[in-house]
């Protein structure tokens, strides 16, 4: 069995007396993505900041790639790469020279910074100062930038925030690439439709504990629940909305008297989203 | 216009401008700080003349003269006394008068005295030396001696060769120079912390001690390069080129280490600008001190710059040698270096 490319154990935080992470416990296979959602204050970014060597555990403790961060932090951010949830490119220098300034910091050779330019949709680009690029640009930057040691493991706090579709797009398209290439990824986001797509698992942490971890598709077995939805039109001609609950003993024959009984226009099956479960175990939304 | 509006806006600024730390910290330190500034200079300005005197046997009408006159004696013991007392710049000038004076001046003979000077001594005081001389002679005798007075210059004879105000004021520009630097670099890391840049950095290979070394070397370089240009382009590096080169390193160490200090407690741009001034204020403060002389005392010494400035005006001006500006070197290391200190630790607490 190959170690786990991170493990936490126990990890907990506080600023003063707010309990900001509390003895959380997970593991993260090495080549998985996974996904932590929980709403702002949650414990999210200060879980990075723990796991990235900016913050000393109170107690607990992170293991990357089977060294304690606390104890090497140096060591293992040679191996990771950090995207952080706001901006903070140097505006008044170039893409490549952001992405050249932390390539020399990695001590990375032969370093190909148009081709990483060129990987992120940014390539001509390059040579302009940051400070003109859009949100959407900058924030594929900061992608890139995290891509210049070529880490193996990435940690991305919510690096589709307020994007565009396209530039959303492409931030999801290089994570599968990192991934592919053999990547870690420990991704937060509050796009529930995202996690859905990327992760392998997802954690949900709420008030700075892990309350669910799981795949997306378990936890939808186990938290939520499949329907037919139909619309279906009566005698006056009016819609009427119909829902099946699957995966229950009496669905056939509720679908059959459906289809007998009634006049059905549009069938669709639903599942829960990783929004609703999220609800459902919290008691309250994402946002 | 309605006049509750007005009184309105005027109470809402005024709670804006002292609900912003840093506004309210600089406007009640910068308000202290100019008070005591102004209380530390003298109040009075000293329009007595100070002169030595060495005379075997003191003539009780000149003695009953010096308690009357408003110059300020000093009594030497002997001639060596005297030089010493000039030397030291305990007095400008000092005469000293042959052992046989009154017998001198019984056989109505010429008289002969010798007026030991300072360097820095101007020549219109030289005048009203040779006048109080005369007077003196009259009262001993009392009618007109034929006296005929040497001059002898103690230190470097700078009779002719007057500072030029721009060689006065060339450790000044030095400082400011030093300290425009210094305002770059506290901006700089301001704007690193605010920017979160900072955060990215830490998060690479590079260690805390690893960005400290790099900015303070960066400051360090960059300040002293300036300075040196200055000095340079000036032809200050004639004399003592090494001397001067080694007091603008310590002086460029020092202002990084006040910039550290800035960067620390200012927040943006314009909260650094404030802190910057007011420590430019104080840093530029011993360079009065050469453009007006006699304007403060030793108190000046408590300020880091003032060794830096003295070194380079002494070396430049009155071409001064390692041997004599030593002690100037060893102060300005320990201060640069206890600032470079103080800056590191209190930057890497907001850091953490």
């Known amino acids: 069995m190959t170690q786990p490319a991170i493990t936490a154990e126990n990890l907990t935080y506080s600023y003063g007396q707010l309990l900001a992470v509390d003895h959380i416990n997970f593991d993260v296979g090495e080549g998985e993505i996974l996904g932590f959602l929980g709403p702002n204050g949650a414990g999210k970014s200060t879980t990075i900041k723990m796991l990235t060597g900016q913050l000393l555990p109170k107690e607990g403790r992170a293991t990357l790639l089977g060294m304690d961060v606390a104890r090497q932090p140096k060591k293992v951010q040679t191996q990771i790469g950090v995207c952080f949830e706001f901006t903070n490119l140097y505006e008044t220098m170039s893409g490549i020279e952001n992405l050249k300034l932390f390539a020399s910091l990695f001590g990375v050779i032969d370093f190909d910074a148009e081709a990483l330019l060129k990987r992120v949709g940014l390539d001509g680009r390059g040579k302009d100062k940051v400070e003109g690029y859009s949100k959407g640009m900058?924030?594929?930057?900061?992608?890139?930038?995290?891509l210049v040691n070529r880490p193996k493991i990435l940690f991305l706090d919510e690096p589709t925030e307020g994007l565009d579709p396209a530039s959303a797009q492409t931030i999801r398209g290089?994570?599968?690439?990192?991934?592919?290439?053999?990547?870690?990824?420990?991704?937060?986001?509050?796009?529930?439709?995202?996690?859905?797509?990327?992760?392998?698992?997802?954690?949900?942490i709420d008030q700075g504990r892990i309350v669910a971890l799981d795949t997306p598709h378990a936890l939808k077995q186990q938290y939520g629940k499949r329907m037919l939805r139909a619309e279906v039109q009566d005698a006056e001609?009016?819609?009427?909305?119909?829902?099946?609950?699957?995966?229950?003993?009496?669905?056939?024959?509720?679908?059959?008297?459906?289809?007998?009984?009634?006049q059905v226009i549009t069938i669709h099956?639903?599942?829960?989203?990783?929004?609703?479960?999220?609800?459902?175990?919290?008691?309250?939304?994402?946002? | 216009m309605n006049s509750q509006i007005v009184f309105a806006l005027i109470r809402k600024d005024f709670k804006l401008y002292f609900s912003n730390r840093f506004f309210a910290v600089v406007t009640l330190l910068g308000l202290v700080a100019y008070i005591i500034i102004y209380f530390l200079l003298p109040a009075t300005v000293n329009e007595s003349l100070e002169l030595g005197l060495y005379m075997a046997e003191m003539p009780p009408a000149l003695e009953e003269m010096l308690v009357d006159e408003d110059v300020w004696f000093y009594r030497a013991e002997s001639v060596d006394a005297l030089k010493q007392a000039v030397l030291d710049g305990d007095v400008p000038a000092g005469y000293a008068f042959p052992d046989d004076l009154l017998t001198q001046m019984q056989s109505g003979g010429k008289v002969t005295a010798q007026l030991y000077l300072s360097p820095d001594v101007p020549p219109e005081f030289k005048e009203i030396y040779e006048v109080v001389l005369y007077e003196f002679a009259f009262a001993i005798r009392g009618q007109s001696v034929d006296i005929e007075t040497t001059e002898i210059m103690l230190g470097p004879d700078m009779a002719g060769e007057q500072i030029a105000p721009r060689d006065r004021m060339l450790p000044m520009l030095a400082v400011f120079v030093l300290m425009i630097e210094c305002l770059g670099l506290a901006s700089l890391i301001a704007a690193e912390v605010e920017a979160g840049t900072l955060r990215a950095l830490l998060v690479t290979p590079l260690t805390m001690s690893g960005l400290f070394v790099g900015k303070g070397i960066f400051g360090t370089l960059f300040a002293f390069a300036q300075a040196t240009l200055l000095i340079l382009l000036t032809g200050g590096l004639v004399h003592e080129p090494l001397l001067i080169l080694v007091a603008l390193l310590f002086g460029a160490a020092l202002v990084t280490g006040v910039a550290f200090l800035i960067g620390s407690v200012g927040r943006d741009l314009m909260s650094v600008m404030g802190w910057g001034v007011?420590?430019?204020?104080?840093?530029?403060?011993?360079?009065?001190?050469?453009?007006?002389?006699?304007?403060?005392?030793?108190?000046?010494?408590?300020?880091?710059?003032?060794?830096?400035?003295?070194?380079v005006y002494r070396v430049i001006n009155f071409d001064a040698a390692w041997g004599d500006v030593t002690q100037n070197l060893l102060m300005l290391l320990v201060y640069a270096a206890a600032f470079m200190a103080l800056g590191v630790v209190v930057l890497k607490r907001k850091f953490q």
């Open chain 1, 237 to 262: 001609g009016s819609l009427q909305t119909r829902e099946i609950i699957l995966d229950r003993e009496q669905t056939p024959s509720e679908v059959e008297a459906l289809f007998k009984g009634e």
């Open chain 2, 278 to 311: 007011l420590a430019m204020l104080l840093l530029a403060m011993p360079t009065f001190t050469i453009l007006v002389p006699g304007l403060a005392s030793n108190w000046i010494k408590l300020i880091p710059s003032y060794y830096l400035v003295d070194t």
């Open chain 1, 174 to 204: 290089l994570i599968l690439e990192e991934q592919a290439r053999g990547a870690t990824v420990f991704l937060t986001t509050h796009d529930m439709h995202e996690a859905d797509k990327l992760c392998q698992r997802v954690a949900f």
């Open chain 1, 138 to 146: 900058k924030q594929r930057l900061m992608v890139a930038r995290t």
């Open chain 1, 269 to 287: 099956s639903e599942e829960a989203t990783l929004e609703d479960i999220f609800i459902r175990i919290t008691g309250r939304g994402l946002s």
